[in-house]
């Protein structure tokens, strides 16, 4: 019971964090006059197209006058905009919360809507496949390696994947993915250079499963390469330091076999810290995918991020930051239930 | 610290990455040095990204170097600029320029080009001619006369002349240089070549071949070629800057051009201070804050502590990129903001980190001696607990020196960059819009990255030879 209680707390100060980013990012829009500038950029259109209408209908243009002025009122009035910013900010907030997140400029789905809900509801999927793949084969690597290397501290091993994880940080992923795309796509022509299917896509679900495949391949390598050298050398620290406690010695001493000692005594001894870890690296890996997609060409959140950029998209880029958080503090709240499993000793 | 900073140098020198750390931290200042004296300030916007300036580039070219590798030898782009004159009188008055280069390819040049700045005159408007030798001793005469048009009625003289855009003229597109040419084969050949077929076929055979046995221009003529520039005056006093005569090549420089004809070895060599210059306001900002948060948060506790610590969590629980694209695109692509940016969300990691040490730090006996003899808390922090954490911090303000370069080049390669500071991210972002990487430009792409990857990884390598430094711990575990 303890344990489901600590677990809500967990859970409502995770959305206290949404909420509390969402308010920062609707402070900063209305503080910067931002905005206004976008609302008033909406109702001009509005009223642009509403005098449109009007020229055929009416015929003295003071008429069109007061009646354009009136309907502008009205659409000043219904956006908030006769009042300022700090007002709007709770219908904003809830409009966000309730994924109430308007239309996009330029980016449209597959079946042609440009309601940024129908766009991320599309991409999302993609996006958490891009993301899951490669965090759990990064996790694997790191998990499997890290221990291994952990058992020789100082060995040749041991020193290739430290200069690899140092490696690992300090080359940008997108820039290792501009170089898989020349290298295999380009040079080589083995790999396709990005999207997610072939096009035309085939339509048998076996040649369309190996498709996905193939065109996964590049992405998802860029981003074991950029994850799995941080996992590598936190297992492998973590690892060490566990190996050092005095019950190992003691398991030791009491003759288990090794692969035991390591499996019980350090491993299991040593998740919760790497979890932690894990949790802290997760803001990077959701950085790293937005960045591969967009070199990839990969149609999921972070290219339509970059589209957005490109396109000077505000309404996209708002609601993109917000459900990136809200994607995150997800995970993160997956991690924490993680966690507690892992380590029954937790309290909040 | 229980050990002398002379034990905690020879302790840092003994690993060899930390070595080459250094090394390489030496030779990336060295050539920020170089730039920032070198340099104008605002190169960005008054060289790399004004597209006049680039105009005399070829586009897209690879580096020079690369001919070595290569069977086929490519012509090398010149850009050749005189302003050494001579003034001549010999009946009509003349300024003269001379103009040598050697040409050694198996390809023709793709085009030449004429141009003629800082021109002064008093009177009739001067005259130009162009005049072509070939290596084998055979002469273009006149291959160009153009005409300075006469200055708008109402001006007085003197009248000065391409001093913001110089004269050019693009001799493909010349029919002057057509007509010469066709003058030139029928004298020297009895070729019945009209200017028009002449254009088709591409002058630049005519200018740098010779004819085979059916008479076709296929053989290029190597060697030293001249060309005089001689100005015909009409007043004494009238001057000519500077000429320059473009030879269009296929390979052009150290590391080639990019689509735009942009020079990428001087793109990247101001790259250097600008990403130095990044890294480390950021950094040092970010342990500024983050330390001295930290360190009252840790000593001073209760609601202050809750208050930063709570701040802490809210910023560690965001996921950083998407934020910074938010800020940056709100606030406006200027290197400060982006700065700024990285630095209110850098802060945080390490004030928990400092916090826990300073907690630990707290317990010991002389700070309550310092306590009870009545010293201020300014006073301890400053004085005892902060020199107890000190190695630490610096050898975080180190690591975070690359995470600033490389969250600058991810911004900018995502196309938010400052426009008016050319950066390696940004010179990325170039190649990948403009699909150079699908072209296969690898000399655009390669360098940009593997400079920030050198100048990231000396720093990680410093840090890394620090780390057993300050942390007793691992020193052990080697």
Redesign the interface.
């Known amino acids: 019971m303890r344990l489901g209680r600590s677990l809500l707390i967990k859970a409502l100060?995770?959305l206290m964090?949404v909420v509390?980013?969402l308010l920062l990012?609707n402070v900063?829009?209305g503080a910067?006059g931002?905005s206004d500038r976008m609302l008033g950029a909406l109702v001009n259109e509005q009223v642009r197209v509403y005098r449109q209408g009007l020229l055929g209908t009416i015929a003295n243009p003071d008429e069109i006058t007061r009646i354009v002025a009136e309907h502008e009122e009205t659409l000043r009035r219904a956006y908030g905009l006769d009042q300022p910013w700090v007002m709007r900010l709770p219908q904003m907030i809830w409009r966000v919360m309730t994924f109430d997140l308007g239309e996009a400029k330029s980016s449209q789905t597959f079946t042609g809507s440009t309601l940024i809900k129908d766009l991320i509801a599309e991409r999302l999927p993609k996006t958490v496949l891009l993301i899951t793949t490669s965090v759990a084969l990064s996790a694997f690597l790191g998990i499997t390696i890290g221990t291994k290397i952990a058992t020789k501290?100082?060995s040749r091993l041991d020193r290739f994947f430290?200069?690899y994880s140092?490696?690992s940080?300090?080359?940008?992923t997108?820039?290792t993915g501009?170089?898989f795309?020349?290298v295999f796509?380009?040079?080589l022509r083995v790999l396709p250079?990005g999207g997610m299917y072939s096009s035309p896509p085939p339509t048998e679900s076996i040649a369309r499963f190996l498709d996905l495949l193939l065109h996964a391949i590049l992405p998802i390598s860029t981003l074991v390469l950029a994850l799995s050298g941080a996992w590598i050398y936190m297992t492998r620290t973590m690892v060490?330091n566990t190996a050092?406690q005095d019950f190992v010695n003691v398991a030791r001493a009491k003759g288990l076999p090794e692969n035991l000692v390591m499996r019980r005594y350090i491993v299991r001894v040593a998740a919760p810290p790497i979890l932690t870890n894990v949790i802290?690296g997760?803001?990077?890996s959701?950085?790293g995918a937005?960045?591969t997609e967009?070199?990839f060409g990969w149609p999921g959140m972070g290219l339509l991020?970059?589209n957005a950029?490109?396109t000077a998209d505000?309404g996209l880029?708002?609601a993109?930051?917000f459900i990136?958080?809200l994607?995150?503090?997800i995970a993160?709240m997956i991690l924490e239930v993680l966690y507690v499993i892992l380590d029954p000793r937790v309290e909040y | 610290m229980g050990f002398s900073a002379r034990d905690a140098l020879s302790e840092f020198w003994t690993s060899r990455?930390s070595k080459m750390g250094v090394a390489l931290i030496v030779i990336l200042f060295g050539i920020s040095a170089y730039v920032l004296v070198s340099y104008p300030l605002n190169f960005g916007t008054q060289y790399w990204n004004k597209p006049q300036h680039w105009a005399d580039y070829p586009k897209g070219v690879p580096p020079s170097w690369t001919q070595t590798f290569s069977s086929v030898r490519k012509p090398e782009h010149m850009i050749l600029t005189t302003d050494v004159s001579e003034k001549r009188t010999r009946g009509i008055m003349t300024i003269d320029f001379n103009i040598n280069f050697d040409l050694r390819a198996d390809i023709f040049p793709q085009f030449t080009s004429f141009s003629l700045s800082d021109l002064t005159f008093y009177d009739t408007p001067p005259i130009i001619h162009l005049t072509l030798t070939k290596p084998d001793g055979s002469k273009i005469e006149d291959l160009l006369v153009e005409s300075v048009p006469y200055p708008p009625s109402g001006q007085e003289p003197p009248y000065v002349k391409y001093v913001e855009s110089p004269l050019r003229v693009y001799m493909p597109g010349s029919p002057a240089v057509r007509n010469a040419i066709a003058g030139y084969l029928r004298t020297e050949f009895g070729s019945t070549l009209t200017p028009l077929e002449i254009r088709n076929m591409g002058l630049e055979q005519f200018l740098f071949g010779s004819p085979d046995e059916e008479g076709e221009f296929t053989n290029i003529v190597e060697g030293t070629y001249n060309l005089e520039v001689q100005v015909e005056i009409f007043h004494e006093d009238d001057t000519v800057g500077s000429v320059k005569f473009v030879v269009g090549g296929q390979v052009y420089g150290f590391m080639g051009t990019d689509t735009l004809g942009r020079d990428l070895a001087v793109g990247l060599l101001f790259g250097f201070p600008v990403a130095l210059f990044i890294g480390f306001i950021t950094s040092t900002l970010t342990t500024i804050v983050g330390s001295v948060l930290g360190i009252t948060s840790g000593y001073m506790g209760g609601r202050v502590d809750e208050l930063i610590q709570r701040v802490c969590?809210?910023l560690?629980?965001?996921?950083?990129?998407?934020?910074l694209?938010?800020?940056v695109?709100?606030?406006g692509q200027n290197i400060w903001n982006i700065i700024v940016v990285l630095v209110f969300f850098g802060w945080s990691?390490l004030t928990i980190l400092i916090r826990s040490m300073v907690l630990q730090a707290k317990q010991e006996q002389f700070i309550e001696a310092s306590i009870a003899s009545g010293a201020s808390s300014r006073w301890i922090m400053a004085r005892h607990i902060f020199p107890q954490v000190a190695p630490f911090i610096f050898t975080q303000m180190i690591f975070f020196t690359?995470g600033a370069i490389?969250a600058e080049?991810?911004l900018s390669?995502?196309?938010?960059g400052d426009p008016t500071l050319p950066t390696w991210g940004q010179i990325?972002e170039r190649?990948?819009q403009t699909g150079a990487?699908?072209?296969?430009y690898?000399w655009w792409?390669?360098p940009p990255?593997l400079l920030?990857?050198v100048t990231?990884?000396c720093f990680?390598?410093i840090a890394?030879g620090l780390e057993p430094v300050v942390n007793p711990r691992l020193r052990r575990?080697?």
């Open positions: 100060s995770l964090v509390v980013t990012m900063i829009l910067t931002f501290p100082g430290s200069n140092a490696f940080y300090a080359i940008p997108w820039w501009l170089v795309i020349m796509a380009v040079f250079a060490l050092q802290l997760l803001a990077g959701i950085g937005i960045l967009t070199v991020y970059w950029i490109v505000e880029i708002i993109l930051t990136f958080t994607i995150y503090v993160r | 990455t969590d809210v560690n629980t965001l996921p950083q990129l998407p934020i694209i938010f800020l695109f709100i606030l990691g690359p490389l080049a991810a390669f995502l196309g938010l990325l190649g990948f990487i699908f072209l296969g690898w792409i390669i990255g920030i990857v990231s990884l990680v390598f890394q575990m080697r």
